[in-house]
């Protein structure tokens, strides 16, 4: 499988431009875990990080819930890998998390983000709180929060990446 990964059009609206961007850092993602094992996937190689490429998806599928379910849409959706005995618990895998799972997971919660995100014009206030309980987001900010994430952790899926076979990319 090739992903295919497409810049917006440069003349788009603002929402088709940022869901373009987010949807290009998905893709990126999904592009630095292309052609694997599951045990390079598993695999944390620049140590003391815990960091890898299987943990950064997890964490992602952690956050698209967070932002697009919990707080634009106000469900009442638990953590997927994680509780209180390890709040980090999406980057601490074993021999029995697979990569079918993962990226399964997170692209069940992709959709969700989708679709929810369908349901809200840019400026709308999310129905949900942030961790803080504060004011509500609009669907602008968490858009734009989320092109962030991705790009920050696309960062570290690069040096990851490197690190695991010497492949690089943009």
């Known amino acids: 499988m090739t992903t295919e990964r497409r810049e917006?059009?440069?003349?788009?609206?603002?929402?088709?431009?940022?869901?373009?961007?987010?949807?290009y850092h998905r893709r990126t993602l999904a592009w630095k875990c292309e052609g694997l094992t599951d045990d390079?996937?598993?695999?944390?190689?620049?140590?003391?990080s815990e960091?890898?490429?299987?943990?950064?998806?997890?964490?992602?599928?952690?956050?698209?819930r967070s932002w697009f379910r919990r707080v634009l849409a106000a469900e009442?959706?638990?953590?997927?890998?994680?509780?209180?005995?390890?709040?980090?618990?999406?980057?601490?895998?074993?021999?029995?998390?697979t990569w079918?799972?993962?990226?399964?997971?997170?692209?069940a919660e992709i959709g969700?983000?989708?679709?929810?995100?369908?349901?809200f014009a840019l400026d709308d206030p999310s129905k949900g709180r942030g961790r803080d309980g504060g004011e509500p987001f609009t669907l602008r900010w968490i858009y734009t929060h989320m092109i962030e994430e991705y790009a920050r952790h696309n960062g570290h899926a690069d040096l990851i990446r490197e690190r695991l076979d010497g492949v690089t990319g943009e």
């Open 8 to 23: 917006p059009d440069r003349n788009a609206d603002e929402r088709t431009m940022l869901e373009g961007w987010l949807d």
């Open 100 to 107: 079918q799972e993962a990226y399964s997971t997170w692209q």
């Open 112 to 119: 969700a983000a989708r679709r929810n995100a369908a349901g």
């Open 40 to 48: 390079q996937l598993r695999t944390a190689p620049v140590q003391p």
């Open 76 to 97: 009442d959706t638990g953590p997927i890998y994680y509780d209180e005995a390890d709040p980090d618990g999406e980057f601490h895998l074993t021999g029995a998390d």
């Open 51 to 64: 960091l890898s490429l299987m943990g950064l998806v997890r964490h992602m599928a952690e956050v698209e």
